[in-house]
């Protein structure tokens, strides 16, 4: 049986998913959710997942929400190395992960809402909201930036979801104006995995399509 993930191509968190998927050569079927049109909180939906967000997956009867917990249950599955090669190192993965989820990923979300808040809706971005998310997001990325000035990868010397979790803010960087290339290893780091992991780049051009598509349609 086919495993379905649910989501929007324009989504970061969908993103983590996808190229974790081709990374591991996890076949996928794409149901496309339109969430700029509502249809994550559509009864139907709402079934898969209370909360109306997205990805959700289901192979079979397991269903399973978000990004994090899909790509541990699909790297599982597969025996993956992305989990980590070592007892220590799949520990490793898991603090980066949780780490990622709390300190990292949650003010770019922040940042990210306020931009579409405001592009989308005309909202006037909350100055404080703004405010927090950065000084937070600087915080974070110091550490960030120092644990990777003497190493290419977040936990030991290959890819992780680690590095995926905590690459998924670079998704919008743009255009929230989180201060990423402020941090010269934090930074490299990106490029690095943008040259050399080919999922993490085709992902990418996804988003960029996706958010262009639905620029041109509301300007």
Do not use: C
């Not at 190395?81 to 922040?110: D, H, N, Y």
């Not at 703004?130 to 290959?158: C, E, P, W």
């Amino acid at each position: 049986m086919t495993i379905k993930i649910y989501g929007d191509p324009g989504s970061g968190s969908l993103r983590r998913v996808t190229t974790a998927a081709a990374i591991m050569g996890v076949t996928i079927e794409r149901i496309n959710i339109d969430l700029f049109k509502g249809e994550s909180h559509t009864p139907d939906f709402l079934k898969l997942n209370p909360h109306g967000l997205t990805p959700v997956l289901q192979d079979g009867d397991t269903l399973i929400w978000e990004a994090s917990a899909i790509n541990l249950y699909l790297a599982g599955k597969m025996h993956s190395s992305l989990l980590g090669r070592t007892a220590s190192e799949k520990l490793e993965v898991l603090q980066w992960m949780f780490w990622a989820g709390e300190q990292w990923r949650i003010f770019s979300t922040l940042l990210f809402n306020e931009w579409a808040d405001a592009t989308f809706m005309g909202k006037p971005k909350t100055d404080d909201i703004v405010q927090l998310a950065m000084a937070n997001i600087s915080n974070a990325a110091k550490v960030l930036d120092y644990h990777l000035s003497t190493r290419k990868f977040i936990v030991g010397d290959a890819l992780t979801l680690a590095d995926i979790d905590i690459a998924a803010p670079f998704s919008q960087y743009k255009r929230t104006g989180a201060p990423f290339e402020e941090f010269p290893n934090l930074f490299a780091w990106h490029q690095r995995l943008l040259e050399t992991v080919p999922a993490w780049a085709a992902t990418r051009d996804e988003v960029e399509n996706r958010i262009a598509g639905v620029l041109n349609t509301t300007s």
